[in-house]
């Protein structure tokens, strides 16, 4: 709590790389979030010098870290998280927007429920009542499935509940639970370029017994990857990889080789997906999964079963 608001402590990090009219909408929502003593770092990884020039210009209160490259997102928001020291670490999405109130709702579960690493609220397309995300839960072929994602808001349940992850598009997390899963003093795998590594993430906390909500009542719009949406082929290649990735980091190898035929079968439907293209995508992925499963990172307790949450609401079994 800060001493002179007696208001939760929040650290704010935006990872940004030519985030334009979005970045600036998302900075607002978040100056204008209630209840919460909040203080923004922007992450930029190589924008534009007009981007960055508006930034200060702009928002003169923001703190601005710079990189003359693209370091991705999971190594620009270690540098974020090394850079704060509030109690509570927010991390938003440059094209993600926030309701007034979403940072206070989500530190108010996370201090009502001390076994919460993290929560988030339900994410909606922008513009829409459309679920982009309500947190994440496992389907048995080895896949992180957004909760409720594509159904309509009035779908979701509108009490809290139990997730097994939580999306990084705009999840509050207790800095407290970083301090037994660093890798080197690094929050994130800085090897997740882009994609998986939230998922990554939230399976190293479970393993430390970690658990995680979705606060309904928190509201956020996401514009959802432009990047992604431009190079779908280079998304698949990065989320088939990214995936095997975490697998062989978190959990035990007897239990994936007794799963290994729908883990597959979940690599050949997407890259059908990608049409014709999709037919080479295992030579791309592949090499490099299984460089990955000999030096794979491993560590104590991993996971001989697909995470699972303590107190499942009846919807959200409907739905998973």
Same mark, same amino acid.
């Not at 600036?24 to 003593?37: H, K, L, P, Y």
């Not at 050949?268 to 794979?296: E, F, M, N, Q, Y």
């Given at each position: 709590?800060?001493?002179?608001?007696?208001?939760?402590?929040?650290?704010?990090?935006?990872? #940004?790389?030519?985030?334009? =009219? &979005?970045?600036?909408?998302?900075?607002?929502?978040?100056?204008?979030? !209630?209840?919460?003593?909040?203080?923004?770092?922007?992450?930029?990884?190589?924008?534009? @010098?007009?981007?960055?020039?508006?930034?200060?210009? =702009?928002?003169?209160?923001?703190?601005?870290? +710079?990189?003359?490259?693209? /370091?991705?997102?999971?190594?620009?928001?270690?540098?974020?998280? $090394?850079?704060?020291?509030?109690?509570?670490?927010?991390?938003?999405?440059?094209?993600?927007? /926030?309701?007034?109130?979403?940072?206070?709702?989500?530190?108010? *579960?996370?201090?009502?429920?001390?076994?919460?690493?993290?929560?988030?609220?339900?994410?909606?397309?922008?513009?829409? +009542? +459309?679920?982009?995300?309500?947190?994440?839960?496992?389907? %048995?072929?080895?896949?992180?499935?957004?909760?409720? $994602?594509?159904? %309509?808001?009035?779908?979701?349940?509108?009490?809290?509940?139990?997730?097994?992850?939580?999306?990084?598009? $705009?999840?509050?997390?207790?800095?407290?639970?970083?301090?037994?899963? &660093?890798?080197?003093? *690094?929050?994130? %795998?800085?090897?997740?370029?882009?994609?998986?590594?939230?998922?990554?993430?939230?399976?190293?906390?479970?393993?430390?017994?970690?658990?995680?909500?979705?606060?309904?009542?928190?509201?956020?719009?996401?514009?959802?990857?432009?990047?992604?949406?431009?190079? @779908?082929?280079?998304?698949? !290649?990065?989320?088939?990889? #990214?995936?095997?990735?975490?697998?062989?980091?978190?959990? =035990?190898?007897?239990?994936?080789?007794?799963?290994? @035929?729908?883990?597959?079968?979940?690599?050949?439907?997407?890259?059908?997906?990608?049409?014709?293209?999709?037919?080479?995508?295992?030579?791309?992925?592949?090499?490099?999964?299984?460089? %990955?499963?000999?030096?794979? *990172?491993?560590?104590?307790?991993?996971?001989?079963?697909?995470?699972?949450? =303590?107190?499942?609401?009846?919807?959200?079994?409907?739905?998973?």
């Amino acid at each position: 709590m800060s001493p002179a608001s007696l208001l939760p402590d929040v650290d704010c990090i935006v990872v #940004n790389r030519d985030g334009g =009219e &979005s970045l600036f909408a998302a900075i607002r929502s978040i100056q204008a979030q !209630i209840g919460v003593d909040l203080s923004i770092v922007i992450v930029d990884n190589a924008s534009r @010098p007009a981007e960055l020039e508006r930034i200060a210009l =702009e928002a003169p209160a923001v703190r601005l870290v +710079t990189f003359s490259r693209n /370091l991705g997102f999971a190594a620009a928001a270690n540098e974020g998280i $090394a850079r704060t020291r509030a109690p509570f670490v927010l991390l938003v999405n440059n094209d993600a927007v /926030l309701a007034p109130d979403y940072a206070a709702r989500l530190a108010a *579960r996370l201090a009502l429920d001390t076994r919460l690493a993290a929560a988030q609220g339900v994410i909606l397309a922008a513009g829409k +009542t +459309t679920v982009d995300t309500a947190g994440l839960l496992w389907n %048995d072929r080895g896949e992180a499935i957004p909760v409720f $994602a594509g159904s %309509d808001v009035s779908r979701v349940p509108s009490e809290a509940f139990e997730v097994t992850g939580v999306s990084a598009t $705009a999840a509050l997390f207790r800095r407290e639970a970083f301090a037994d899963l &660093s890798l080197d003093g *690094r929050v994130f %795998d800085d090897r997740f370029f882009a994609y998986y590594e939230d998922v990554d993430l939230s399976l190293r906390l479970f393993r430390e017994g970690w658990r995680f909500a979705c606060d309904p009542g928190a509201i956020a719009w996401h514009e959802g990857s432009r990047t992604g949406r431009r190079t @779908p082929f280079r998304r698949g !290649i990065w989320t088939a990889r #990214n995936r095997w990735r975490t697998l062989f980091a978190n959990f =035990e190898p007897r239990f994936l080789v007794r799963h290994l @035929p729908k883990l597959l079968r979940a690599d050949l439907a997407h890259a059908k997906k990608l049409g014709v293209r999709g037919t080479i995508l295992p030579l791309l992925v592949w090499p490099r999964i299984l460089a %990955d499963a000999l030096h794979s *990172r491993g560590g104590s307790r991993r996971l001989s079963d697909w995470p699972s949450v =303590e107190r499942r609401d009846a919807a959200v079994a409907t739905w998973a």
